[in-house]
């Protein structure tokens, strides 16, 4: 179980690290090249909304399951 417990902590981990390395290479590219994103109709950040919701839903997935194996590590 404790093995489970940390592949959970890794999936935590590595879901909210790629969310926040595409969000900042997304900030840093729009700051840097602000006109290729103009020409969408939507924002720049548009982007990391699908990002954001898979990073969510991996948490919470991770997060539940921590709790039904919280009772067996103990």
Known sequence: M???NQILNIAIGA???LFA???LFLYFDWRAH??????NS????????VYGLFAAV???????????IRPKLK
């Not at 602000?34 to 020409?39: D, H, N, Q, T, V």
């Not at 919470?60 to 399951?65: I, R």
Request: proline share 6%; aromatic share 8%.
């Open 34 to 39: 602000p006109e290729l994103y103009a020409m």
């Open 58 to 68: 991996v948490v919470l997935a991770s997060l539940v399951a921590k709790l039904i």
């Open 2 to 4: 404790r093995r489970l």
């Open 42 to 49: 939507a924002p720049w950040y548009a982007g990391l909304v």
């Open 15 to 17: 879901s909210l690290g």
């Open 21 to 23: 390395g595409n969000a």
